[in-house]
């Protein structure tokens, strides 16, 4: 059985990661999984699993600003070359290259599964865009053999916005992590010598609207103490924006812009909580990888699926609330932490207890 992914690159992201990570986890499986591959630019290259890659950039121009148009004008002669069983669209940002597919090659494309990968309401748009978009999720689901929700509360959603058939929905928890990976992040933070004055707060996330860092920012300015550090591991189009934000509040020997950093492992293990600050998210990796480690976690409510990660063994706040996330973070370090639990809640979320789900449903779908 072969299973083709597109990815524009290795930029780092979550919705890159889990692409790496599915395809590792399907060839190890006995799958036939390959990768059409835009650009091979970005820091994730060397995660990379050992899977073929086709490079669709020629030469030494960079495809970066018009990428999705440069992946719909060449995906389907790699589509008719390589003729896989089945197509995974990995998210959101990816179904407009799946639906022009669907259309350039009519009965000759392959079933495409699409993995929804960011929420679907999006409360975070103006009227009449949002309005807009939902018209777009309505239009794109006849073109897909199955629609995956990352984990159970965003079936509803699937339903009710992309006005999806039921039986075409599927629920497999994401397999964001292997257990080794979780073991890992546990020995990690359970060894790390935490004596220091202060209290440490981390977010990690692409500097990107969506992840709207500039409310962590005022959030952090209204309860620090001399001794606090926030840091933000990642990297993007806001950074210079939040500078000037950070260089506003005056805390800017206590607000630190890491940038990239593979693995977190270390700053996840030196922190006393993880904060969430998104408008908007599918899943919200970093927040399985905090539970992995036992840090605690604030967490807007950006997606459906955050009540089931946090609620009883963090906190959860309304989204772009400024005063709800200020009031959280401070109280989160005296909250007990339950690391049996939250180690459970990762477990849902690995390769392992994914790994079969996904086969079947390939599987059921070739058939």
């Not at 979550?14 to 006995?30: C, I, K, P, S, T």
């Not at 290259?97 to 929420?119: K, T, W």
């Not at 339903?159 to 992040?185: F, G, H, Y």
Request: aromatic fraction near 6%; charge should be negative.
């Amino acid at each position: 059985m072969r299973v083709l992914t597109y990815l524009h690159s290795f930029e780092p992201g979550g919705l890159e990661r889990d692409v790496l990570q599915f395809n590792g986890a399907w060839a190890a499986m006995g799958i036939d999984a390959r990768i059409v591959l835009g650009r091979d630019e970005g820091a994730l290259a060397g995660d990379a699993p050992d899977v073929p890659f086709y490079l669709l950039q020629t030469g030494k121009i960079s495809t970066a600003s018009f990428e999705t148009l440069w992946m719909i004008w060449h995906l389907p002669r790699w589509v008719r070359q390589l003729r896989p069983d089945v197509i995974f669209c990995a998210g959101n940002s990816y179904t407009i290259v799946a639906v022009a597919l669907r259309l350039i090659l009519g009965r000759e494309c392959p079933p495409i599964v699409f993995r929804v990968s960011n929420d679907l309401t999006r409360r975070d748009m103006m009227q009449p865009i949002r309005a807009i978009y939902h018209m777009w999720l309505r239009f794109q689901a006849p073109y897909f053999a199955r629609i995956i929700g990352m984990a159970e509360p965003v079936r509803a959603e699937i339903v009710t916005q992309m006005r999806a058939d039921p039986a075409q929905v599927a629920v497999i928890d994401n397999a964001s992590l292997t257990m080794a990976e979780i073991d890992r992040l546990a020995r990690s933070r359970a060894m790390a010598a935490r004596d220091r004055p202060g209290r440490r707060y981390l977010a990690v996330g692409r500097l990107a609207s969506q992840k709207n860092f500039g409310l962590l920012v005022d959030a952090f300015a209204r309860i620090a103490q001399p001794d606090d550090r926030l840091t933000i591991v990642g990297e993007g189009a806001e950074r210079a924006r939040l500078e000037h934000q950070i260089a506003k509040t005056g805390l800017a020997t206590q607000i630190i812009l890491a940038g990239h950093q593979s693995p977190v492992d270390r700053w996840l293990a030196d922190a006393d909580a993880l904060v969430l600050s998104s408008d908007y998210e599918g899943l919200g990796i970093v927040v399985i990888e905090a539970l992995a480690a036992g840090l605690p976690v604030v967490a807007t409510a950006c997606s459906p699926n955050v009540a089931l990660l946090v609620d009883g063994v963090g906190r959860r706040v309304p989204v772009r609330d400024v005063a709800a996330l200020a009031t959280a973070m401070a109280a989160i370090v005296d909250d007990p932490v339950d690391i049996t639990e939250m180690r459970a809640r990762a477990e849902r979320f690995t390769v392992e207890a994914s790994g079969a789900a996904w086969r079947d449903l390939l599987e059921d779908i070739v058939e």
